[in-house]
């Protein structure tokens, strides 16, 4: 964990009081910025010391192959690792001939502030170099929301006591050292000198370097360009080579003054365009960046996230920490995905080389509800780059002897690049997830040309695949068997509720799509006996129930399993995965994240209250939560059912997973699902917003620590507020035409000008469920 105190409470920003060496690399990806495009570690400004250099361009990758033990048909033979692109973010000092390094001499003073209103992260440093010359530097670092491939850095120096002769070199540094590869899977593959260079160029404190990658054949483009503001006596200098590109300003500054230059950067990539096309492209971020100018560029920054913030704002009454959290995790959320434009979105954003850069099924089952209705055509730009490897993902569909798509469990490019099957290839409602989030965008934008487009294409794939994927068996019943559902501590199960549920949606959503826009279905050859086949497979799908133990088994026969020994797992032997045979935890009733919970909230009416309270009490005493998506769900069902305290520490542990580092692997990168599920745990949560089959409902209720909760949604061109007391909700349309909700069960209409008012009843009353032995969450607030 990050224990040190450096993260004072503030509601609208995070702040490093002290510099902690033993944590900077949990810091770096903390204070990482991005706009779904770019994405720069916080990495000191003058690169040493550092634990992990990063710079991430959305899509870039290296390839590599994929060694097997026993190779088998269908496996994936290359991987995709994410390359730690060309630096800019750099810039060294040196005083009177000391460089300015924290490890050295005396630091007297040192603060960062990730700003989220602002889109910055400021830096202010006072240091005492080993001779005795005192500087104050002072830098602020954004990376554009309006401007794409744009990045800046404002660079301060000031002597504190005496004159001093300073001399600045900024740089762009391709190649930086690679990372070693460590035993936890999580980690990242490591990569040494993936960027072949191809030209360099300078010219007047401006600088361009190109390169290739070796295997993926990939072309990248990072430039540099600065204003320097000093005495009339600055001496700058510019120089290049294939991997360095360095601007040197060397001048001596009187107490009282300071030299000051602004830094842009931009960066672009293509699989296809020529060096000449992809130099021309930063050279011209450039210009217009220098156009903007740095005042330019923070307004712009600051009009971009005020509109974000004015549909996307989450506040909380009562929680301090709480409140800064879930602004953190929309920050990150926003800029992780805001400019990816047609781009994956990765697990842990741009902020660090985790699962090597990979997307997962979380973007689709975590991350695109909040941008659905915070940011929706970010949700629709994820959802149009799926649909561009639709190509792909029909090959591997082929490949498995399958119709229609089936998407990857893992990817940067499109491409399956998972070598352990079980909890990959078998992993198929990643497809369902993909088709409810189509479903889900569809509902809450109505955007027709995406429905008919893009939309349908996915519907009908994914559709296609479920219906070579499943079998009815002798009783009529559609069965999917040897599948592996969210739970990766279980694998290559018959009937996974949750699998079979989405896939029933899937099926419907598709069938439906099809009779609204048949031109395009017959287009897609889709004709009238294959959407009454997806009928009939969904009206037919299994879905098995205990009628013992009257619980929902997370898959067939699961319940029959045994019970994991959680009494002689000790504390420091989670995440099982790293310490157990997979064998011995695939037979076990052990749950790894929420699985049939998930079932609960996603496709939650497909059960009654009194099953959902029966299933969420049964799993709860097996799920060890050993990945970070597991939290939000748990809260989120845990509220609907009526443990509002256990909803709140698990809002609370969803939205701390960075902050805190509760998974001891921030280092790594953010956990972006995690931070989504922070929005989800308050609005699904405690408001109890559900959108089954488009309709938005809601059942709020509050834990007794919090005295409010307020919170915006989008939705079809409305803005609508809703605002939750222990006793009442109000709901508020800020924006739009009048729009229906439902509280608690009651239909309202809700107009501009007319706010509504309905009380809130006490939840049921219930026995409080247990969690695994040394699993329980930290209480949020004790009774």
């Known amino acids: 964990m990050i224990t040190h105190p450096s993260f004072p409470v503030e509601p609208w920003a995070v702040r490093e009081q002290s510099l902690e060496l033993d944590v900077l690399a949990q810091t770096e990806s903390v204070f990482a910025l991005s706009n779904g495009h770019i994405g720069l570690r916080a990495n000191l400004d003058e690169g040493e010391p550092h634990a992990i250099p990063g710079t991430y361009l959305n899509g870039f990758f290296e390839a590599r192959p994929l060694p097997y033990a026993e190779a088998g048909y269908g496996y994936p033979e290359a991987g995709q690792t994410v390359v730690n692109v060309t630096n800019g973010k750099l810039i060294r000092l040196l005083v009177d001939d000391e460089p300015f390094d924290v490890r050295y001499g005396r630091l007297l003073a040192h603060e960062r502030v990730l700003d989220l209103r602002a889109g910055t992260l400021q830096r202010r440093t006072e240091w005492l170099s080993p001779a005795g010359d005192a500087v104050r530097v002072t830098s602020t670092r954004l990376v554009s929301f309006a401007q794409r491939s744009v990045a800046a850095i404002l660079y301060e120096v000031e002597p504190l006591e005496a004159s001093c002769r300073l001399v600045i070199q900024s740089e762009l540094v391709a190649n930086e050292p690679a990372l070693a590869e460590g035993r936890d899977p999580r980690t990242a593959a490591a990569l040494s000198s993936p960027l072949q260079p191809e030209h360099f160029e300078q010219q007047d404190g401006k600088v361009v370097l190109v390169h290739r990658t070796r295997a993926s054949g990939l072309r990248l483009a990072a430039a540099m360009s600065h204003v320097f503001d000093g005495p009339d006596d600055t001496?700058?200098?510019?120089?290049?080579?294939p991997d360095l590109g360095r601007v040197t300003a060397a001048v001596e500054v009187q107490r009282g003054h300071r030299l000051r230059v602004v830094k842009f950067l931009a960066y672009g990539w293509s699989s296809q365009r020529s060096a000449p096309a992809v130099r021309a492209?930063?050279?011209?971020?450039?210009?217009?960046?220098?156009h903007s100018g740095w005042?330019?560029?923070?307004?712009e920054q600051r009009a971009y996230l005020d509109a974000f913030w004015r549909r996307a704002d989450v506040e909380i009454e009562g929680d301090e920490q709480l409140q800064q959290a879930v602004r953190f995790a929309l920050f990150h959320v926003l800029q992780s995905t805001a400019r990816a434009e047609r781009r994956a979105i990765p697990a842990k954003g741009l902020t660090g080389p985790g699962y090597d850069g990979h997307c997962f099924w979380d973007t689709e089952t975590f991350v695109l509800p909040v941008l659905t209705y915070t940011a929706p055509e970010a949700a629709r730009d994820a959802l149009s780059w799926r649909q561009a490897t639709l190509p792909l993902a029909k090959d591997r569909a082929h490949q498995l002897g399958l119709r229609g798509a089936a998407f990857p469990w893992r990817t940067l490019r499109g491409e399956e690049c998972s070598g352990y099957w079980p909890a990959s290839t078998a992993a198929f409602h990643i497809n369902a997830d993909i088709a409810g989030a189509v479903a889900r965008y569809q509902y809450a934008v109505d955007d027709r040309t995406f429905e008919r487009g893009a939309g349908l294409e996915l519907l009908v794939e994914t559709a296609r695949l479920w219906r070579s994927v499943g079998h009815h068996d002798v009783e009529g019943r559609y069965r999917i068997d040897g599948v592996t559902g969210p739970d990766e501590y279980s694998a290559i199960s018959d009937n996974n509720v949750y699998t079979n549920l989405m896939a029933q949606r899937n099926l419907q959503a598709a069938a439906q799509a099809v009779e609204r826009h048949p031109d395009r279905g017959a287009e897609l050859g889709v004709d009238a006996e294959e959407v009454a086949s997806w009928r009939d497979a969904a009206a037919a799908v299994f879905v098995p129930y205990d009628e013992t133990l009257r619980v929902h088994p997370q898959s067939e026969g699961f319940t029959r399993h045994q019970a994991w020994d959680f009494a002689r797992t000790g504390p420091d032997q989670y995440p099982l995965l790293l310490h157990f045979p997979y064998f011995?935890?695939?037979?076990?009733?052990?749950v790894k994240q929420a699985d049939l919970v998930l079932a609960l909230h996603?496709?939650?009416?497909?059960?009654?209250?009194?099953?959902?309270?029966?299933?969420?009490?049964?799993?709860?005493?097996?799920t060890v939560?050993?990945?970070?998506l597991s939290a939000c769900t748990q809260a989120v069902v845990a509220a609907e059912v009526g443990h509002l305290e256990l909803a709140y520490d698990y809002f609370g542990e969803a939205a701390l997973m960075d902050l805190a580092d509760l998974e001891h692997n921030v280092r790594d990168g953010v956990h972006l699902a995690s931070l989504a599920g922070a929005w989800l745990a308050a609005v699904a949560g405690l408001g109890g917003m559900r959108d089954h089959d488009g309709r938005l409902t809601f059942g709020p209720r509050l834990p007794q620590a919090l005295k409010r909760l307020a919170f915006r949604l989008v939705y079809r061109g409305r803005l609508l507020h809703v605002e939750i007391w222990h006793d009442r909700a109000v709901y508020t349309l800020l924006d739009g035409q009048p729009i229906d909700v439902t509280h608690h069960g009651e239909r309202l209409r809700v107009a501009a000008g007319r706010p509504v008012t309905r009380e809130i009843s006490a939840p049921p009353r219930r026995e409080p469920p247990k969690q695994p032995s040394g699993r329980v969450p930290s209480r949020r607030h004790e009774a």
């Open 235 to 241: 001496d700058v200098t510019t120089e290049s080579g």
């Open 281 to 290: 492209q930063v050279e011209g971020a450039l210009a217009q960046a220098r």
């Open 295 to 299: 005042k330019g560029l923070l307004e």
């Open 584 to 590: 011995d935890i695939y037979r076990k009733q052990v």
């Open 602 to 622: 996603l496709c939650g009416n497909a059960f009654t209250d009194e099953e959902k309270a029966r299933d969420f009490a049964y799993y709860e005493p097996l």
């Open 625 to 628: 939560r050993d990945s970070s």
